[in-house]
């Protein structure tokens, strides 16, 4: 079989053994292939005979032919790159007066033109007289360990120069050992003694302002439990005198490569301005609208009763000024209420206040409270309530105000007589979806994607439907995005609008205190 398998590859015997299949008693590694392995030449100056030899690995480095010819040390001068020939034979030189070991670094230009570090190292001999009789040293190519060096510098550079012209304080957590590094302006801004210092584990939640504390400490925990890569949250964070400052803070997680968080780099920004301005403006609004609100139910309240007292002594023009007096004022009212609920939940002053309730009973009741509107529209509502009561945890006055936003909305937005209006609420992949569908004119195509913004009206409303503020859905938005719920519809236009609202299976979410949507 021997003879066979050499006859059928003539060449084989005489290539060089394959390390891999090589005899266990022959299987160490040759000096030339540990050269080759680790990129590392050598060579060799006899002083007494001007020999100079080197390795196969070193004619490698410098993009030659092994053994090719021997390279004397002018030939090598010319292979080093021209601006650091000058000081690469100024060292050897200095080593061979100085009679002592070298090492440093320099760049060499191979014939392709391309230019490698290297990093150079030598020792001298010398005889009994001390005279020198040779000198020999090793050449190892680092250009790739250089320009990750490099690389890493610059990161590292950039880092800190980011973190020193930024005004925000800059923080990386270990998440190993919990440690929490900071740049300058923990100290020049909030005061604190140490500049670019380190913190043990728990240091920055302590600061937190307990109001806050739980909140985040909860949402950290999340994040870290979750995949996400980015994490924002505001809270208020104390000062080295015991003050508080508002901040919105921005991280980023870093994970190994098994996904396991590893650091956490973000950034606090101070917003205490923006939060004096925000909370000024709620201040304003509130009051505005409370102020707003005393007059305009008096109005209500004495149209009514003019309306109703004096109704034989009215002409019937006067009897209808009243009458447009009154729904005038009812819209004012509606819109103060609104604007007050969208200030609210904005600024975080939306409270739940969640118990089992039985759905049929409110949506039921909100049918009724409608009552006039639609017998004023004709409009016939079809809503088959389950035969078992549906009780779910929510907030009732929530859940009746949704309702009767899209009810309304149904009616309002149809302009024939004696149409139906299907409402259902029903149980489907683990959610409950609450439908309110309508003949109505519909919702133009490119009013879509803003329907739910604030103050928005598609044009088809604004035409035949004089009295509506865009709220009332951006309110529904708001409401379901704290509670965990979520809304969305189908329609077409001139045939109708279907709007659905999904609550999770286990009901409305409680909303954290203070939770805010700004
Ligand atoms: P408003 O009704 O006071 O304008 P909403 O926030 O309730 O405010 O609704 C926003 C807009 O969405 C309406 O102006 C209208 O363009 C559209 N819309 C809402 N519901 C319907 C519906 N059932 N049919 C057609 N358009 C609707």
């Known amino acids: 079989m021997a003879t066979e398998s050499s006859g059928g590859h003539p060449k084989a015997a005489q290539q060089a053994p394959d390390p891999i299949n090589r005899p266990l008693e022959t299987s160490t590694i040759s000096l030339d292939e540990a050269q080759e392995l680790v990129h590392i ?37 010319q292979l080093i790159h021209p601006e650091d020939r000058e000081r690469v034979s100024g060292l050897i030189g200095e080593a061979y007066q100085s009679k002592r070991s070298f090492e440093f670094e320099h760049r060499i230009m191979l014939p392709n033109k391309k230019i490698r570090i290297l990093e150079g190292k030598g020792k001298v001999v010398m005889d009994n007289a001390g005279n020198v009789v040779r000198m020999f040293g090793t050449s190892q190519d680092i250009t790739e360990r250089k320009k990750a060096d490099q690389a890493l510098y610059r ?34 801004e909030y005061k604190y003694p140490e500049q670019d210092s380190v913190y043990p584990r728990g240091w920055r939640v302590d600061h937190i302002h307990p109001g806050d504390r739980q909140r985040i400490k909860r949402s950290i925990a999340a994040l870290l439990r979750s995949q996400d890569k980015t994490w924002a949250e505001e809270y208020r964070f104390q000062k080295h005198d015991g003050t508080y400052t508002d901040v919105r803070d921005r991280a980023l997680v870093l994970r190994d490569s098994s996904g396991k968080p590893t650091r956490i780099i973000g950034s606090m920004l101070d917003i205490t301005q923006q939060k004096d ?22 109005m209500r309240l004495l149209t009514e009763m003019l309306a109703i007292g004096y109704t034989e002594q009215l002409t019937e023009a006067q009897q209808d000024y009243i009458q447009k007096i009154e729904s005038s004022t009812e819209r004012m009212i509606k819109l103060v209420n609104e604007i ?58 929530l859940f009746s105000q949704i309702v009767h936003n899209l009810l309304t909305n149904a009616i309002r937005y149809t302009l024939e007589k004696g149409t139906t209006v299907h409402v259902s609420f029903e149980k489907a992949d683990e959610k409950y979806v609450l439908a309110v569908s309508d003949q109505g004119i519909g919702i133009p195509e490119e009013s879509w994607p803003h329907i739910f913004t604030s103050f928005y009206r598609a044009n088809n409303a604004i035409k035949t ?40 299976s286990d009901g409305m979410h409680h909303v954290q205190e203070g939770a805010s949507l700004a």
């Open 41 to 77: 030449g050598t060579w060799q100056w006899d002083v007494a005979t001007g020999d100079i030899s080197w390795s196969d690995e070193l004619y490698r480095i410098y993009g030659l032919k092994p053994g090719k010819k021997a390279i004397g040390f002018e030939e090598f001068i």
């Open 155 to 188: 990161s590292n550079e950039r880092f800190h120069a980011v973190s020193a012209a930024t005004n925000d304080v800059v923080y990386d957590i270990d998440l190993q050992d919990g440690s929490i590094w900071f740049n300058d302006v923990l100290c020049n």
């Open 277 to 298: 301005l925000e909370r000024a403006k709620d201040r304003f609004i509130s009051l505005v609208s409370h102020q707003l609100r005393t007059p305009l139910t008096s």
């Open 340 to 397: 007050l609920d969208v200030s609210n939940i904005e600024s975080g002053r939306l409270h739940t206040h969640l118990a089992s309730e039985d759905i049929r009973t409110l949506i039921t009741g909100q049918i009724e409270e409608i009552a006039p509107l639609t017998a004023e529209r004709d409009t016939h509502i079809v809503y088959n309530p389950a035969e078992e009561p549906q009780t779910l945890t929510i907030d009732s006055v």
């Open 465 to 504: 439907q004089g009295d509506g503020s865009g709220l009332g859905l951006y309110l529904t938005k708001l409401i379901l995005d704290m509670t965990g719920g979520d809304i969305w519809f189908e329609s077409e236009q001139g045939k109708g609008s279907t709007f659905y609202v999904s609550l999770p």
